[in-house]
């Protein structure tokens, strides 16, 4: 009796119609834009002159309130609009493995909630605050599925290689996910 062989497994492990798990989420290596705050600060002063013209759907100028200065603060940040919402999220810590950093943004709006926000369609006010956790999901949802043409340039600066929506969405699962989350409430004002 002859002995028919196969290439294919029997353990079950592989299979062969199914995508492979995707890759931990990674940085571009050596970006030192992204790997310090004083590179994000860099990056934001580069993007805020044209951010504050005609944002890029998606994105827009985060204007807070000094804490200690009492002087108005820009942020560039990707920030989506859904209703009288902005949904905006502090990246987490660039690489420190420090989950106690905190950008002075984020210090301003702890201690002045009112802010203004620059994005297509004009300039608002509202106020800004920490998520909520029944309101982590629905935020979640808007924030990691909305993608816009900016998002591929974005992706391509943090994640190098060629940018897809599936890449831009992981990214944003991410930056949400690792990150400080908040909702700027434009009806509040």
Same mark, same amino acid.
């Given at each position: 009796?002859?002995?028919?062989?196969?290439?294919?497994?029997?353990? &079950?492990?592989? *299979?062969?119609?199914?995508?492979?798990?995707?890759?931990?989420?990674?940085?571009?290596?050596?970006?030192?834009? +992204?790997?310090?705050?004083?590179?994000?600060?860099? !990056?934001?002063? =580069?993007?805020?002159?044209?951010?504050?013209?005609?944002?890029? *759907?998606?994105?827009?100028? =985060?204007?807070?309130?000094?804490?200690?200065? &009492?002087?108005?603060?820009?942020? %560039?940040?990707?920030?989506?609009?859904?209703? @009288?919402?902005?949904?905006?999220?502090? !990246? &987490?810590?660039?690489?420190?493995?420090?989950?106690?950093? +905190?950008?002075?943004? !984020?210090?301003?709006?702890?201690?002045?909630?009112?802010?203004?926000?620059?994005?297509? &369609?004009?300039?608002?006010?509202?106020?800004? *605050?920490?998520?909520?956790?029944?309101?982590? @999901?629905?935020?979640?949802?808007?924030? %990691?599925?909305?993608?816009?043409?900016?998002?591929?340039?974005? %992706?391509?600066?943090?994640?190098?290689?060629?940018?897809?929506?599936?890449?831009?969405?992981?990214?944003?699962?991410?930056?949400?996910?690792?990150?400080?989350? =908040? +909702?700027?409430?434009?009806?509040? +004002?």
């Amino acid at each position: 009796m002859t002995e028919i062989t196969s290439s294919h497994s029997d353990s &079950g492990d592989e *299979r062969p119609d199914e995508a492979p798990a995707p890759a931990p989420y990674s940085e571009r290596p050596r970006n030192a834009f +992204v790997r310090s705050a004083a590179g994000g600060r860099v !990056l934001s002063a =580069l993007m805020l002159p044209d951010f504050m013209l005609v944002p890029p *759907r998606g994105f827009g100028v =985060l204007t807070t309130t000094g804490r200690k200065t &009492g002087k108005p603060r820009r942020k %560039c940040v990707r920030g989506i609009h859904i209703g @009288e919402k902005v949904y905006v999220v502090m !990246l &987490g810590p660039p690489l420190t493995g420090n989950p106690n950093v +905190v950008a002075g943004w !984020l210090w301003n709006i702890r201690a002045d909630p009112n802010v203004t926000v620059r994005i297509r &369609g004009g300039m608002f006010k509202g106020v800004a *605050r920490e998520l909520k956790p029944h309101e982590a @999901e629905q935020a979640r949802e808007a924030y %990691c599925d909305a993608v816009h043409a900016f998002d591929y340039a974005m %992706c391509l600066f943090h994640r190098g290689g060629r940018p897809t929506r599936a890449k831009i969405q992981e990214m944003t699962r991410h930056w949400f996910d690792t990150g400080t989350p =908040l +909702v700027v409430d434009l009806a509040a +004002v």
